[in-house]
């Protein structure tokens, strides 16, 4: 038997909400942002559920062309371009369209021998200081690719620092129209949280990630009420129950004592498996978990492979209860906030030792 801990993925809730995506963004095409494994939930398999999109946004070469190995004719955008020249033989190859975001990586574009044009993506730097080529950079190196006889089109980009907080878009948004003026192409802006807020950021094509996993960009706004679906659920089971007497502590270091008799679950889920260290587990202060289908929280340490859970007031609960950890039931974005991070983090996380199944 393995152990109980399984991670599901349900992917007519990813389908939902890139219709979700779409409804916000209905002029536009999507790229559905499946880089890092697609945040966790498997890049063929999310791609393969995601064929409604437009095409695919990632950064790794290796995932891309398993991408187009795996049959998508689709778009595939390049987020951080090209590292060396030698990727310019597999965009070529692959009819990958890269992001080019500084000097060196329009110099090797220029240089290079391709089969056919390409379709490359000039990414500006307007406020979120990472990739990007500053606005004083911008219209000679448009005027380099057009002249190097390598790009099939030349089309802009840029990326939002806080489309999900307070500082919102409005300077971002004005140094890229102010920078761009008169220059011809498609272009790019929008995040999750821009395609969700911000119409006037959707253009010609939407690139969102998070949301299409069901998970909310914003603090201050559930995905449930953005009307979005958990794709992934991260499930295990309770392994065995301890019965505490006050003043009895649990797990490393002994971090919660018991002030009352309590009964704790023990968990086969722990850090190993993508579940958050850093994940309070305080009388004050601790996680969220369902068990047997109730509410309760972490105590003590996570450790590599289980943690504790308390079933004081779930008496039903015992060896065998379901514990969701995240995902149907509970959104990951609670757990998250609570273990001080982001969704994005915990699925991203999910380790491979975490057998995963499809669900419809
Ligand atoms: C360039 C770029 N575009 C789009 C996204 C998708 O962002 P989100 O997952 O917040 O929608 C990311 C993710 O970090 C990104 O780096």
Known sequence: MPRPIRASLRLSALR???GIARRHAPESRIWAVV???AYGHGLLRTARALSDADGYALLDLNEAVR??????AKSILLLEGIFQPADLEQVDRYRLAPALHDLEQIAMFERARLSAPVAVWLKL??????????????????????A?????????????????GAAGIAEQLARFAEWTKGLPGEVTLANSAAVLRYPAAH????????MLYGCSPFTDQSADSLGLRPAMTLASEVIAVQELKPGERVGYGGTFEASRPMRIGVVACGYADGYPRHAPGFNERNTPVVVAGERTHTV???????????LSAIPQAGVGSTVILWGEGLPADEVAASAGTVSYELLCALAARVPQVEVE
């Open 148 to 164: 190097s006889g390598n790009a099939a089109s030349i089309s802009l980009m840029t990326h939002f620092a806080d489309a999900d």
């Open 16 to 18: 939902h909400n890139l």
């Open 300 to 310: 003590g340490r996570v450790s590599m492979d289980m943690l504790c859970v308390d």
């Open 203 to 210: 253009a010609d094509w939407v690139r969102p990630g998070i």
């Open 125 to 146: 730097n307007t406020g979120l200081n990472r990739l990007g080529l500053a606005g004083a950079q911008v219209r000679s190196a448009y005027e380099r690719l057009r």
């Open 67 to 72: 991408l187009r190995e795996a049959g998508s």
């Open 35 to 37: 880089k890092a494994n």
